[in-house]
């Protein structure tokens, strides 16, 4: 079920001198004005909480992938491409607060959108400190390769948003789009469970 | 919460149930793989390569027009089959290695099968690697310049089907390796019997009873996430890989010796690698090469990675066995025999692996007790996908028939087949029934219910008016001992303590996912016992540098886990005399009088508190206590422990969709290293091993020989809906040799699991469906309802 946003926007910030050159001068030009107000020729995205301001035909072209924008021109490599279409998870992140694979989403199409990559994410978080922690007796790791894990921790957050105490049939269902190879499946339901009793939800682990 | 595993011998660390060392790193996104080492932000020059796919299943490249392409912007170098520093590489084979060392070119393992050129002219499957690639700002315009090519073909006759392949007449793949598509026998795979014992078709006419089986395998894709890739980028004359290659140490020894380069001047940088399951199961591509040249001729670091479609470029081996067994009344197998013909695909690869070497292991710890015995193997060219590596390498197909013609046989005889296999199966070194195997199957009995649910094929109760249930089994002697990994050589690792007690651990390999860096430390900590010291202190060296790391221990037959492990047990000895020797320095004392004792140096036979070893450390110069240790893996034959898996499932005979209720998985680990990893490896296999059996295939268009699903959306996956419910089991029962005597298991959880659930399926429906994947159209078709 679709859910609508409930991320509060934030303030923009302009993110400085760990950017890229280019964009470090569009984001300067941008300081002059009003964030809200876009540029001809640019677009801006709010990552992580930063503005971040593009040039197309420079910095990206109509044809971008999201996920692509957020790897190769910001460095957030926590995404990961592996089927680029649709069909993996792998490149999951949340764009005003609901998942959505970054390869299928232009990044024209985020523009003025909250987007949350897993660099976002503290570290203290419940569902990333039960996917790393995951090691009850019986369920495995949630954890082995780990190619798929951030798109699988975004997808989690983000049905643990729309469904605070899900059972162990809607985790299955819920995050059935996605794939983890090495098959950690048990480990993972496990941790989105414990999870979502850690974040206070009720029901939970078995 | 599910009962733990009990360990035969309490230890501190080892076997325990705990978080990955890398969990954090991992669900955090911080861990870097040879994807994310490579992105624009950190190579602003990058370059990236494609490389022209044949749209033939048998083709030649008459001449290459690259006018159009040449002009387009952003294209940067095209380099084809008639440049000279192309044309010049020898011959490879992409199974220049067994996977587990480093071989030079003139040692390489099937130097029989050198039938790869870098960039070849002629092609052998739609979608292999024809003899253009391109460099480009971009892969867009690199992909745009391979459209602008004039490619003037010469369109070849091509042959799918292996058994097609060998009659007299059909076009040859190979025929500078073979004229017949046969692959002739070769010194490591032997004849073509490459197993022959007593007289076999004298056993079968004296047989009471004889029965007779086939089974299809089919070509699964290993389906790695991380797609394989490497970045080149030269440094005047020195050339730095980083790749998600699982063996650095091999992929620097093929580039130096393909490119004629000192090994000195060649660094291969590994970081953490995004699923193997036997996807690169060889040391080199050739896409290191054309990767590199083009490295060199832009001046530009460049960069070439598949794309999901370009991952199909190797599979699982398909295999047709034919499997007969002879018995008497009472259950004893008197002559077995196992005819394998391998589709092979457009290169041989290690297809010998598969279809001799990994049968000839198995038939040399399971078969030992039947008299006569006869194995034979053919490995066949086809214009398909190349078949070969993928985790359970030759022992998922030999179980699929193992334990199909020991069900026929059981049925035949009206016998328990768990009998049938106590009385029949196990190592020459022990007496039968095996006792690994006896507790396998006992255990795994027990908790499926095997007593209970058994009824006659086909004649339990029906549900809901058209389903049927039925449970099944299969069983296989583990191949990952230490006196199997002897090929390796050297097993390399140091320990570095510093004055704090905290330690730096250089076990190198490349962590494709299975946990063996946490193995890594556990085992340090349990081998630094003496220190007090916890696996928290212990700093494992995540990425592999051959410039700065030891030699990598190869991320392959699961046994990584426990290799390093037992020389750690060397080493920390060797670290404890020279603390000893520093401490008797300090203390004044003579070293023999001294000894370490969690954590304190006291002297024997005295009860006083003794001082913090790290105090004593503190006094000295503050040069880290380093030891290295270098060792083969130990060759005293230990025989070898057993695996089974145990299937419930539930066949809807109206639609044909098979369900799978319960799997039960068994181990025999010999002693578990890390027990949370190794149930994940457990629960992981049977998540690939319900692929395998019920939706995984790739299918061909037979008219034109183009695969149709080279993508995730028609080759199906099993997600987390699929997922079954689980047991994993551990067990420690047999005992391999050195400190810890473990065994890998993480190939081998997938092995007995397809032929797990078609047993389940024929207990179900009492009709058999000898062909994996089982489709809902197999089943009605075997239930003659099509």
């Known amino acids: 079920m679709p859910r609508k946003s409930k991320a509060r926007p934030k303030p923009a910030r302009v993110r400085s001198g760990t950017t890229a050159r280019p964009l470090a001068r569009s984001a300067a030009r941008l300081a002059g004005r009003s964030a809200a107000r876009p540029l001809a020729g640019t677009v801006t995205l709010r990552v992580n909480g930063l503005a971040q301001v593009f040039e197309v035909g420079r910095d990206l072209e109509t044809s971008t992938t999201l996920a692509w924008l957020l790897r190769e021109r910001l460095g957030l490599t926590g995404l990961k491409m592996s089927c680029g279409e649709g ?36 570290e203290d978080d419940p569902v990333v400190q039960a996917f790393a922690g995951q090691c009850e007796p019986g369920y495995g790791t949630a954890v082995q390769c780990g190619f798929c894990t951030p798109g699988y921790v975004m997808a989690a957050r983000g049905l643990l948003a729309e469904n605070p105490r899900p059972t162990l049939e809607e985790v299955k269902e819920g995050l059935s789009g996605h794939v983890c190879r090495c098959g950690c499946y048990a480990g993972i339901a496990q941790a989105v469970l414990h999870a979502s009793e850690k974040r206070g939800g009720r029901g939970g682990a078995r | 919460m599910k009962a733990p595993f009990k360990q035969r011998r309490e230890r501190k660390f080892i076997g325990g149930y705990r978080p990955r060392i890398d969990g954090l790193e991992k669900a955090t996104g911080r861990a870097l793989y040879a994807d994310d080492v490579s992105v624009r932000r950190r190579f602003p020059d990058l370059l990236h390569a494609k490389i022209l796919r044949s749209p033939y299943a048998h083709a030649r490249i ?3 027009d690259a ?46 099968f050198r039938d790869r050129r870098v960039l070849d002219d002629t092609v052998r499957w739609v979608g292999d690697e024809a003899g253009v690639v391109v460099a480009a700002e971009s892969e867009a315009i690199a992909e745009e310049a391979l459209r602008r090519l004039k490619i003037d073909w010469e369109v070849l006759p091509f042959v799918l089907d292996p058994l097609e392949a060998m009659k007299p007449g059909a076009p040859a793949v190979h025929p500078e390796v073979t004229a017949t598509n046969v692959l002739s026998p070769d010194p490591v795979g032997g004849e073509n019997v490459f197993l022959a014992k007593g007289d076999v078709e004298r056993a079968f006419a004296e047989a009471d009873v004889v029965v007779e089986g086939t089974s299809t395998y089919h070509n699964a894709n290993q389906g790695s996430l991380d797609h394989w890739c ?31 380069l000192p ?71 008197t002559a077995a025999s196992f005819k394998a013909v391998g589709n092979i695909g457009a290169y041989a690869d290690h297809s010998m692996f598969a279809l001799k070497f990994a049968p000839a292991e198995a038939a040399e710890v399971c078969f030992a007790h039947i008299p006569n015995l006869r194995m034979e193997a053919y490995g066949v060219y086809t214009n398909k996908l ?46 039968l029934p095996d006792k690994s195997l006896s507790a396998v199957l006992e255990e795994g009995a027990r908790r499926i219910g095997w007593q209970e649910k058994r009824h006659p094929p086909g004649a339990g109760p029906v549900l809901e008016g058209t389903k049927r249930r039925g449970v099944g089994f299969s069983f296989h002697p583990g191949w990952h001992a230490a006196w199997q990994e002897m090929r390796r050589g050297q097993i390399q690792v140091s320990l570095r303590l510093n004055p704090d007690g905290t330690v730096l651990l250089d076990a190198p390999t490349v962590e494709t996912g299975p946990g063996s860096n946490t193995c890594n430390v556990l085992g340090c900590a349990e081998a630094l016992g003496f220190l007090g010291i916890r696996p928290e202190d212990v700093h494992w060296i995540a990425s592999v540098d051959t410039e700065r790391s030891l030699k990598d221990t190869v991320q392959t037959d699961s046994a990584v886990s426990f290799l390093q492990s037992e020389v750690m047990a060397e080493a920390a000895l060797e670290l404890k005399a020279k603390i000893l020797a520093l401490a008797a320095e300090k203390m004044g004392a003579n070293e023999q009088e001294l000894d370490i004792v969690s954590g304190r140096i006291v002297r024997r036979g005295s009860s006083e508190a003794g001082t913090d070893f790290r105090k004593i450390l503190w ?168």
Request: hydrophobic share 40%.
């Open chain 2, 230 to 260: 490497c970045t080149a980028k030269w440094d005047r004359d020195g050339l730095t890989i980083w790749s998600n290659t699982y063996e650095a140490d091999q992929t620097r020894m093929h580039v130096s010796q393909m490119l004629d």
């Open chain 2, 263 to 333: 090994i000195d001047k060649v660094r291969v940088v590994c970081h953490y690698v995004g699923g193997q399951f036997g996807r690169n199961d060889t040391g080199e591509q050739p896409f290191y090469l054309f990767t590199a040249l083009l490295a060199k001729r832009t001046g530009r670091p460049v960069k070439f990675r598949h794309t999901r479609r370009e991952a199909f470029h190797d599979s699982r081996q398909p295999a047709i066995y034919t499997g007969k067994l002879g018995a008497r009344k009472d259950g004893t197998i």
């Open chain 2, 386 to 431: 190349p078949a070969c590596m993928m985790r359970g390498v030759g022992n998922s197909q030999l179980n699929l028939v193992l334990a199909h013609v020991v069900d026929l046989l059981a049925e035949k005889l009206g016998m328990d087949p768990m009998e049938v296999v106590r009385k029949n199966f196990g190592h020459q070194w022990e007496t």
């Open chain 1, 87 to 122: 069909a993996c998870g792998a490149c999951t992140v949340l764009l005003d607060g609901k998942p959505v694979f970054s390869c299928m989403t232009l990044a024209v199409e985020a523009a003025g959108h909250e987007v949350e990559t897993i660099e976002g994410v503290s």
């Open chain 2, 62 to 64: 008459k001449d290459v």
């Open chain 2, 619 to 786: 006094q000295g110069d503050l040069v880290p206590i380093a030891v290295v240790a270098s060792r083969k893996p130990i060759a005293e034959k230990t025989g070898v422990p057993y695996l089974g898996a145990f299937a419930e499932v539930e066949v809807d005979t109206a639609t044909g969709r098979t369900d799978v209720l319960k799997l039960i998985i068994l181990n025999d680990c010999g002693t578990v290293m890390y027990a949370s990893g190794a149930e994940a490896q457990q629960l992981g296999g049977q998540v690939a091993g319900v692929g395998e059996s019920l939706y995984e295939e790739i299918v061909y268009d037979r008219a034109t020989g183009v695969p149709l699903n080279f993508n995730w959306v028609d080759y199906k996956i099993p997600t987390m809906a699929d997922m079954p419910d689980i047991e994993p089991v551990l067990l420690e029962v047999w005992r391999g040799a050195g400190e810890y005597g473990a065994c890998g298991i993480g190939e081998s959880v997938l092995t007995c699991t397809p032929r797990a659930i078609l047993n389940a399926i024929h207990h179900a429906i009492g009709v058999r469906i000898d062909e994996i994947p089982v489709t809902p159209q197999k089943v009605l078709a075997a239930l003659g309802a099509l």
């Open chain 2, 67 to 112: 006018t159009e392409a040449e002009k387009l912007p952003g294209v940067k170098a095209i380099l084809t089959f008639r440049d000279p520093e192309v044309a010049r590489l020898r011959p490879t084979s992409a199974g220049w290695t067994d996977g587990v060392d480093t071989v030079s070119y003139e040692r390489m393992m099937w130097k029989k």
